[in-house]
């Protein structure tokens, strides 16, 4: 009876041993796969990290040019002592972000800022320019009604000039007449932080209401007007600059994470392969051993 049942057992334990080869096998290659697939990662996030280094080096230079415009511009608003006027509740929130993302929570922390104000009374009389895909994304789902305008093609490249005066054409050209508003943006401070701020915005009728605005000689309505559109150039050339050296830290400092978490991921899946191989090539030892063994 023995003898019988031999051959059948023989074949369940050679099944057996069978299955935990190949189970082994597809573990050590999907551990294989991924590891090579973390390194991979790890690669790009370390070029990027250089990358933005190097573009981070470039921005803060920049940004010491651009603060006298946006000092300036607010410092006339402070000096004539510019209001909001009470007959006009209409405002306009500007959005400073970027097309790009993997820097943090640079773009969130300006979205919510606006999403908090659209959340309290009165948001009815607010509208939203988006410069920047992100902020669109973010703000777009629940407060679309509240957007009337979309920036593109931020970010890719270092902002200029030109391109706040391209902007600022295309608030006042937007067709809403509004009496104040702010320029919501990323404040730099230094490599690792960075907080959100803003910055005035006033209609023409409001600077014209403007108590101590005789201070400035001949300001007659066409060097009014003309100076009026420079200063929100001006004002968001200087968030332009100040968002891109904060997104430029933050991306460098996020990719620095990254490839810090990317190789502490390499050592415990290297760790674990090499764990599991032993253990297969242990096992194989031993059914040799045991296969000769029997043999004697």
């Keep these: 009876m023995l003898g019988r049942l031999a051959p059948g057992v023989c074949t369940q334990v050679t099944m057996v041993v069978n299955n935990q080869q190949t189970r082994n096998m597809a573990t050590l290659k999907a551990i294989s796969i991924r590891l090579k697939s ?16 190097a573009k981070y ?3 803060e230079r920049d940004l010491k040019a651009a603060r006298p415009y946006g000092e300036g511009a607010v410092l006339f608003y ?26 943090g929570a640079v773009h ?33 789902r629940l407060y679309g009604k509240h957007i009337i305008s979309v920036a593109n093609e ?92 904060s997104e430029q830290s933050s991306r460098m400092t996020a990719m620095d994470n990254a490839s810090k978490n990317a190789g502490e991921m390499i050592e415990k899946l290297t760790l674990t392969f090499n764990r599991t191989r032993q253990a297969v090539i242990t096992r ?5 051993i045991s296969g000769a063994a029997a043999l004697e």
């Design 38 to 53: 973390v390194k991979n990662i790890q690669k790009i996030t370390q070029s990027m990290k250089m990358v933005s280094a």
């Design 78 to 103: 402070e000096r004539a002592e510019v209001a909001q006027p009470e007959d006009e509740p209409k405002q306009l929130y500007i959005a400073m972000t970027s097309d790009r993302g993997l820097c």
């Design 284 to 288: 194989e030892l031993i059914e040799i």
């Design 108 to 140: 969130t922390g300006v979205s919510k800022v606006i999403r908090n104000r659209l959340n309290e009374p009165g948001a009815e009389n607010i509208k939203v320019i988006c410069v920047g895909d992100k902020s669109r994304g973010i703000l777009q």
């Design 57 to 59: 080096t470039r921005a």
């Design 154 to 245: 931020i970010g890719r490249l270092p902002p200029t000039f030109l391109d706040a005066a391209r902007l600022a054409d295309a608030v006042l050209s937007s067709g809403y007449d509004f009496g104040s508003g702010k320029i919501i943006f990323n404040k730099f401070k230094s490599v690792v932080s960075y907080a959100q701020a803003d910055l005035p915005l006033f209609s023409r009728k409001a600077v014209e209401a403007a108590p101590k605005l005789a201070v400035y000689d001949s300001l007659d309505s066409d060097v009014l007007q003309s100076y009026m559109e420079f200063s929100l150039a001006s004002m968001l050339f200087y968030a332009l600059k100040e968002g891109a050296c």
